[in-house]
């Protein structure tokens, strides 16, 4: 398998963990929306405050890039086509992008004994929605602040936001 399926796969893994120890649901999307930059969606399985179901959309990817980690902020190089889907403020459902960090080598990825389970290194998000379009022809470096960490704890705030449909 190639390395790039694997990191695909273990960051969907990283982000259904999440998501399950939250009480969501992730659903993966089916090429046509994955090309259109959606490749995961996560859902309340019920009421959130006032809403029934609220989803929030993603766009995932995944590097073991140490160069990318700053003091305060993840700066990822991002495809400017994916970029001017996260920025899109018409965006029904909120969209945010995920980047999952692996380590280098891949048999550092995940740790299993009896006693646990350890998946090396984290995920971060950002929302981009609002964000200025760019006039870069193939990439634009994005930050992600290092403070939105995605775990369940910081999920459940964003789904209660995006519940009372305010902005990620």
């Known amino acids: 398998m190639a390395l790039n399926t694997q990191k695909e796969m273990f960051s ?24 259109a930059g959606i490749d995961l969606s996560i859902e309340a399985p019920g009421e ?57 080598n891949i048999n550092d990825w995940l740790k299993i004994t009896e ?12 929302s981009l929605r609002g964000q200025q379009p760019t006039n870069n022809t193939k990439n634009i470096t994005v930050e992600l602040p290092r403070q939105n960490l995605l775990t369940p704890t910081n999920l459940k705030e964003m789904m209660e936001k995006a519940a009372r449909r305010e902005n990620l």
Do not use: H
Request: glycine share 4%; hydrophobic share 45%; with cysteine.
């Open 115 to 126: 006693e646990d389970i350890l998946m090396k290194k984290c995920g971060y998000w950002v």
């Open 48 to 104: 959130v405050g006032e809403v029934l179901f609220p989803r929030i959309d993603a766009q995932v990817k995944c590097t073991a890039s140490e160069t990318i980690i700053k003091e305060n902020c993840i700066k990822f190089s991002l495809p400017v086509n994916n970029y001017k889907t996260l920025i899109n403020p018409r965006a029904i459902m909120p969209l945010i992008l995920i980047v999952v960090l692996v380590p280098s």
């Open 12 to 35: 969907y893994a990283y982000i259904e963990a999440v998501a399950s120890v939250a009480g969501y649901s992730v659903f993966r999307k089916e090429r046509p929306m994955d090309n």
